[in-house]
């Protein structure tokens, strides 16, 4: 697969480490109690179609991205930057 | 001898080479299938279950029959298809799959046997009793059936792999890939033509038709030599593109040198990776075969594969050159070989065309609405059984070709989700939607297969690429080309008695089939399952769709209802060596070494992996005869005097900004920002679920510059987890991180005269415990001026310090201090001595932080600050982990004769050893030498509270139990005076 960089430009995806679903940016804030912790460490969509999911760019500049891709057909719809993303749900 | 003129070999030089140890001779430019029918072998091989002789049916990759092992020694590869292995001079090959001679094969008595042998008789018949199928009954199946054998030896050759890129991957070729690449080509695209053959064109060098005039052949080797002139155009024979891949990536194996006796110097074969905008699937068609009763004999094969014998290499095929040749097709595409042979002068007995109205092209006799419905010859075809009008003839015959329409290779196109659709005009199935994107198919592929059509396909096919690719076409005028006779009937098999096979690799027969469908096996997948059918090397490239169409037959099925066939890479077999692409053995990883290494080597140590790190784990002196003479030594030096000890394979993470401090705060349990500047503090980090995974210490060097030492099998995944934390969960924090693990050299010195030691070389810097207490750290220079960090921290509970200095200097610095100490009985020791100081001192490590620990567990559950938020920390409290009692404890055997094994449960005394009363168990122990007996440290529940208490050891795998007393995990110095000092 090639996993358009939006810094870099299309990189192989064996330079990724790949990591799942980016509701992993949404940790919630520490008084949300445990039961909104027990979602967010052991529940992940798992969608077959579009996803949205983190890739670690280990083997280039360590960006963390938020890839779009359709799990289906590997088609990939877009690729940013998790801090952009993490900044604009914050 | 059916060698005749003509043929694309260079009969000028000779080429000698051994079939089971008889001497025979060929040509450049011959495959070994060719060179045998040239010297009237047809037999070689036996079959895959019933062992009946066979020879080869195809002249091309798709052959199911004739598979031997080619070479010996080493080199020795089974499997391999004569009909696609090149000549070379002193070709060794031997046939399989049978006992005693290949005439003779003792296993053929399996054939006799052979009711007992249907689909599913082994999931029928071995299923008891139970015990006796890993023992006899697989054992045996497996070495009477099969294929060929492994050397068992490390193979002596090269392997590379390499990457490529172009607009336009041409697969195949043949007529329509080289019309494509022409193309392609003249327009100026970047153009990779890819082709399994060693020669480039095709079905053109086998059909024997014209081009503008002159022989297909001739022009196939214009179109190559105008393409391998191009800048632009790539030429890769003797690679088979095997599968398409994400966004336009594809694998291919370049076989290099396997054309060669021996590689000599060359690599054998390469893997590449090619990355393609565009690609063009001209990967040809395969012919199908029409089962009838015995159609497996040697002398039996595919029309077309007995056309390009004779158009190729000019050879008919017969054990004799006055051996009758028939032909049975179900379409015209039969009767074009057969008026070939004739016009050579082969005698022809005729074609054999259940169609009424069968055409004939000349020189040979048709029997229309005629169908072959038996043969004979034990070893080779001599007679086959004609039936026409209800009446049956057997006719002599030393060579039948059967035809029965072609399938196009879809293969690639069904990579991904494509689905081949059934055609009923082609009578196959075409490429259909949901393929690789981006891939093209052309001529026969696309169901194209005459040659006109094929050129002017590929010709469409580019122009198709190009406007893709915003490429301006050039004009490519398509030479003319005679269009063939190409009607066909369908029809699939020869009804009657008898075996009839359908998938001569795995002895699949129409009645297997027919049992499967009374069976219920009904679906194509089980049908493949139950029979076998389509799988072994060859995946049924001449089986599935014939087997298919007989399933919808006895279902009353239409064939796109009943199922379709699609494939998944490889397109054909990969060597497992080429798919390492050479990294074996040394170079199947990265090895790390530390900058002590080589120094570590001349004192003569004794290595372990850590990891992707080679670690000294002892250094031997003269005299001593087992490692635990050493490492006793080791350790005691460090107690007693010092120890040196290279610790530079820990991970080492720069963190610095304004927010550094609160961004430790957050990803260690304990606080992190209250650190002052010049201390260290040992951190503890847990996973978000609150279980413990890496502690290690974190040094403030400066108002907003930290250095965190993580363990040395994680230090990726923290760096890791560290900059998700920075970049995903809090971005607004200004902090930035970097590996420094390699960029500094990192020495533990260690023992009561360490303190001395350092300071022979610490350029002026003051080491007194006043000035620079425990836990303390600090940029200083030492050696007379290079620069260094010191953090005064101990892992073995000793006085201590480690010392970090550019990694370059990091031999010297080891040289300089064992220099400078050996007064003070300065010695190196290794990861073993390293863990046993560890685990005297109560320490934990891998083998406490296994995943499953909290905090608690480890004895440090006040350093989870309640005040802060930190990963892990939520839900850390939760209920049943909060609550684990189980604590961190030292056990000490109770005799102090007896060993400690970790691993081992813990028990209260008289409590039945089982899940139920189990109490934890022992995470690590070693040989004191300080308290001269086994020691152990372990989790155990209400450790806490237990101190003095006896507990069992239960290691039932080993049958034993020890009593163990519960100790404090430290068993040096617990009061922790000593790293004090």
């Not at chain 2, 699937?281 to 009838?292: N, Q, S, V």
């Not at chain 2, 199922?563 to 199947?588: C, H, N, Q």
């Amino acid at each position: 697969m090639l996993i358009p960089h939006p810094l870099l430009g299309l990189r192989d995806a064996q330079e990724f480490t790949y990591l799942g679903d980016a509701a992993l940016i949404g940790r919630p804030a520490p008084e949300a109690g445990e039961a909104a912790f027990c979602d967010y460490v052991f529940l992940r969509d798992n969608p077959a179609g579009i996803h949205r999911e983190l890739w670690f760019h280990e083997q280039g500049d360590r960006s963390w991205l938020v890839v779009t891709r359709n799990t289906l057909t590997h088609e990939i719809l877009g690729a940013e930057l998790a801090t952009d993303v993490a900044r604009r749900s914050a | 001898m059916t060698r005749i003129d003509g043929g694309l070999t260079d009969r000028g030089t000779t080429l000698g080479f051994r079939f089971n140890g008889r001497a025979y001779a060929g040509h450049p430019g011959d495959t070994l299938a060719s060179a045998l029918l040239a010297n009237g072998v047809q037999l070689m091989g036996r079959g895959f279950k019933y062992h009946r002789p066979r020879g080869a049916i195809s002249a091309g990759s798709e052959e199911p029959n004739a598979l031997v092992t080619l070479r010996s020694g080493a080199r020795a590869e089974p499997n391999t298809r004569a009909t696609v292995a090149e000549l070379f001079d002193g070709l060794e090959a031997r046939s399989q799959n049978h006992a005693g001679p290949l005439e003779r094969d003792l296993l053929a008595v399996n054939d006799l046997l052979s009711p007992f042998f249907a689909a599913g008789f082994y999931y029928k018949t071995f299923m008891w009793p139970k015990a006796f199928w890993e023992k006899l009954y697989e054992p045996a199946i497996r070495k009477a059936a099969g294929l060929g054998a492994l050397s068992g030896l490390p193979d002596p050759d090269a392997y590379d792999r390499g990457y490529r890129h172009c607009d336009l991957l041409v697969i195949g070729g043949g007529a329509a890939g080289l019309a494509a690449a022409l193309a392609a080509g003249r327009a100026g695209a970047e153009v990779i033509l890819a082709d399994e053959d060693f020669r480039l064109g095709g079905r053109l060098l086998a059909e024997g038709g014209r081009i503008g005039g002159r022989p297909a052949a001739d022009w196939a080797a214009e179109a190559a030599a105008e393409l391998a002139a191009m800048p632009n155009v790539r030429l890769m024979t003797r690679t088979t593109v095997f599968g398409a891949y994400d966004h336009g990536i594809f694998g291919a194996v370049e076989r290099v040198a396997d054309h060669l006796a021996a590689p000599g110097g060359k690599v054998r074969q390469t893997l590449w990776r090619i990355t393609a905008k565009r690609s063009i699937l001209a990967a040809g068609a395969t012919e199908r075969h029409i089962p009838f009763r015995d159609n497996d004999r040697p002398g039996i094969m595919l029309s077309g594969a007995i056309r390009a014998y004779l158009n190729r290499w000019g050879v008919t095929g017969q054990r004799q050159a006055a051996d009758p040749v028939a032909i049975f097709a179900n379409g015209d595409d039969g009767h074009r070989t057969a008026a070939q042979l004739a016009a050579r002068g082969v005698p022809v007995l005729g074609v054999i065309d259940p169609r009424a109205d069968a055409p004939n092209l000349g020189g040979y006799e048709t029997f229309a609405g005629a169908m072959v419905t038996g043969t004979k010859g034990r070893l080779g075809l001599t007679a086959i059984e004609v039936m026409r009008n209800g009446r049956a003839e057997w006719l002599s015959c030393g060579l039948l070709g059967v035809s029965g329409g072609w399938n196009p290779n879809v293969h690639l196109a069904s990579h991904h989700r494509g689905r081949p659709v059934w055609d009923e005009d082609h009578l196959a199935f075409l490429p259909g939607e949901g393929g690789p994107a981006g891939l093209i198919p052309a001529g026969a592929a696309a169901g194209q297969g005459g040659t006109a059509e094929a050129l002017a396909d590929g010709l469409r096919a580019a122009g198709q690429a190009l406007g893709d690719l915003g490429i301006a076409p050039a004009p490519v005028e398509l030479p003319a080309a005679e269009a063939e006779p190409a009607r066909q009937e369908a029809f699939w098999h020869v009804p009657g008695k008898g075996r009839a096979w359908v998938d001569f690799q795995n002895d699949v027969t129409v009645k297997d089939i027919a049992l499967a469908h009374r069976e219920n096996m009904r679906p194509v997948e089980h049908l493949k399952r139950w029979t076998t059918l389509g799988m072994a090397t060859d995946q049924g490239k001449t089986a599935n769709v014939t087997a298919l169409a007989v399933m919808a037959e006895l279902t009353g099925k239409a064939i796109p209802e009943t199922g379709t066939t699609i494939f998944r890479p490889p397109y054909t077999g990969v060597s497992l060596s080429v798919l390492g692409g050479g990294d074996t053995g040394k170079a199947f990883r990265p090895t790390r070494l530390t900058p002590t290494h080589a120094w570590a080597e001349a004192q003569g140590a004794a290595f372990v992996e850590v990891g992707p790190w080679m670690r000294a784990q002892y250094f031997p002196r003269p005299g001593e005869t087992h490692w635990r003479e050493s490492v006793d030594r080791e350790a005691q030096a460090v107690r007693a005097a010092v120890g040196l000890c290279d610790v530079t394979t820990l991970g080492k993470i720069d963190v610095q900004g304004a927010d550094a401090g609160e961004f430790l705060n957050r990803v260690y349990a304990n606080m992190m920002g209250t650190l002052p500047v010049g201390k260290v503090r040992y951190g503890l980090m847990l996973r978000e679920d609150g279980h413990a995974y890496d502690d290690g210490t974190c040094a403030r060097l400066g108002e907003a510059h930290y250095v965190v030492t993580t363990t040395t099998a994680n230090a990726g995944t923290v760096f890791r987890n560290m900059e998700f934390a920075r970049q995903c969960l809090w971005p607004e924090l200004d902090v930035q991180l970097i590996s420094t693990t390699d960029a500094w050299a990192q020495i533990a010195v260690a023992g009561p005269k360490s303190r001395e030691l350092l300071s022979r070389i610490a350029d002026g810097f003051d080491l007194s415990n006043e000035a620079f207490p425990f836990m303390a750290c600090a940029a200083l220079t030492v050696c007379g001026g290079l620069r260094a960090r010191l953090f005064r921290i101990s892992f073995s509970g000793e006085l201590a310090y480690e010392i970090a200095v550019p990694a370059r200097y990091g031999q010297a610095l080891m040289e300089r201090l064992m220099a400078l100490g050996a007064d003070l009985g300065a010695t190196p020791y290794g990861t073993e001595a390293l863990g046993v100081l560890r685990i005297e001192k109560g320490h934990a490590a891998g083998a406490e932080l296994n995943g499953q620990t909290t905090a608690a567990m480890l004895g440090l559950g006040r350093m989870v600050s309640q005040k802060k938020d930190a990963i892990g920390a939520v839900m850390s409290r939760r209920e049943g982990v909060a609550q684990d009692t189980r604590r961190l404890v030292g056990l000490a055997p109770a005799d102090p004769a007896r060993k400690v094994v970790p691993g081992s449960h813990l028990f209260a005394p008289g409590a039945p050893e089982d899940t139920a009363h189990d109490q934890g168990w022992i995470t690590s122990a070693c040989f004191s030498p300080h308290a001269g007996h086994m020691i152990g440290l372990g989790f155990l529940e209400n450790g806490a509270s237990r101190l003095g208490e006896t507990v069992i050891a239960a290691n039932p795998l080993e049958g034993e139990r020890v009593e163990l007393r519960v100790v404090s995990a430290h068993f040096v110095d617990p009061e922790g005076g000593r790293l004090r000092d």
